[in-house]
Structures are given as structure tokens and as C-alpha cells.
């Protein structure tokens, strides 16, 4: 018979428990704030469970690089919303309202174009 779990130290103030089932809504975050620094994407179970963890969003920026759970969203009838062939080796891949040309390979975000 094992013995039964302990509970661990109450947080002190100014630290929030972490969420027991934490939920990711792709629609409303692009990205999350722990230890004083911005990732785009989802956060994985550890920066979850982080004191400064906060979820997020941040508009896309040229130079920054698209997480993978993003490239899917390719948009392939760029061309129905007042876009330009994309250069060899980038795709338009649209996020929300957004319209990112990314490149396949490493993900980098080349252009950002908002509307559409």
C-alpha cells in the first residue's frame, strides 16, 4: 500500500496555483509571458504550471518565426483576397484576421498584412 500524495506548499502571495486542467483557446491567444519573456504558440505543460506564467496575445511581427501549430492555416486562394504570389519557398497563411507570408522551411515570418 502506498502512502497517500502530500499537498505541497500553499503559494505565498502574488503567486496564483496553477490551473489544474488549463485550457488553450487559439482564437483569443497567439502566445504566452513566463519568466519576464514573450513565446508565440501554445505553451507546453511546463510553462503552464510557471508562477509568471500569463497567456496572451501579441500582433505578429516581421522577423519573428510562426509556431508550427500556425503553418497549418496555409491559405492557398491567396489570390481572393488581394494578396501576390507568394516567392518560391513561402506560403500565406492566414491567422484571424491576419494574412502572414511565412516561409516553409524555418517558419519566419516575412510580411504581415492585417484585413482582408
Do not use: C, K
Request: charged content about 15%.
Amino acid at each position: 500500500m502506498s502512502p497517500a500524495p502530500r499537498a505541497g506548499p500553499a503559494p505565498g502571495p502574488g503567486h496564483a496555483a496553477a490551473p489544474s486542467s488549463p485550457t488553450w483557446d487559439r482564437r483569443r491567444y497567439n502566445g504566452y509571458w513566463v519568466g519576464g519573456r514573450w513565446y508565440y504558440g501554445a505553451p507546453e505543460r511546463p510553462a503552464l504550471q510557471s508562477p509568471g506564467f500569463r497567456p496572451g496575445f501579441t500582433p505578429w511581427r516581421r522577423g519573428s518565426f510562426l509556431p508550427p501549430a500556425y503553418q497549418s492555416y496555409e491559405l492557398d486562394d491567396y489570390w481572393r483576397y488581394h494578396l501576390r504570389r507568394p516567392p518560391y519557398g513561402y506560403h500565406w497563411v492566414q491567422v484571424g484576421g491576419e494574412f502572414l507570408l511565412v516561409s516553409v522551411s524555418t517558419g519566419l515570418i516575412f510580411d504581415v498584412v492585417t484585413g482582408g
